[in-house]
C-alpha cells in the first residue's frame, strides 16, 4: 500500500531524504510514521505526524536530527535525516493508520517494503 525511497550508504555526519507515498488512497486522510529496523533489534517508532493537527512525535534517539514531514498536493511524507550516525543504520518503512497510535508499530495497518539507509565511512 505504501511505497519508500531515498535510502542509500552516507557518511557519517551526512543527510539523507527518504519519500513515501501512497498509490491508491490519499495519505493526507491518515496518521503517518516512519520506523526502521536494525538487525538483531525490534521495530522501532522514529517519528509520526498526526492527521488532524499536524501533531509529531520523535524518539528521543532522533530529536534534533530527523524531521517528518507531509506534502499533501504530492500525496508523499517525507523524512529528512541530518548528521546521521552508524547507530541510524536499518531499513525503514513507513507506516499509516485513519487512527492515531504515536510511535507503536501494531498500531499502523499499512505498510510499505522498506528501504535500507547504511550510516557509514
Known amino acids: 500500500h505504501l511505497v519508500e525511497s531515498g535510502g542509500g550508504l552516507v557518511q557519517p555526519g551526512g543527510s539523507l531524504r527518504l519519500s513515501c507515498t501512497a498509490p491508491?488512497?490519499?495519505?493526507?486522510?491518515?496518521?503517518a510514521a516512519w520506523f526502521r529496523h536494525a538487525p538483531g533489534k525490534e521495530r522501532e517508532g522514529v517519528l509520526c505526524?498526526?492527521?488532524?493537527?499536524?501533531?509529531?512525535e520523535y524518539a528521543d534517539s532522533v530529536k534534533g536530527r530527523f524531521t517528518i514531514s507531509r506534502d499533501n498536493a504530492k500525496n508523499t511524507l517525507y523524512l529528512q535525516m541530518n548528521n546521521l550516525k552508524a547507530e541510524d543504520t536499518a531499513v525503514y518503512y513507513c507506516?499509516?493508520?485513519?487512527?492515531?497510535?504515536?510511535?507503536?508499530?501494531?498500531?499502523?495497518?499499512?505498510w510499505g517494503q522498506g528501504t535500507q539507509v547504511t550510516v557509514s565511512s
Open positions: 505526524i498526526s492527521r488532524t493537527d499536524g501533531n509529531t
Open positions: 507506516g499509516a493508520d485513519m487512527v492515531y497510535s504515536g510511535l507503536g508499530a501494531s498500531g499502523y495497518d499499512y
Open positions: 491508491g488512497f490519499t495519505l493526507a486522510y491518515y496518521t
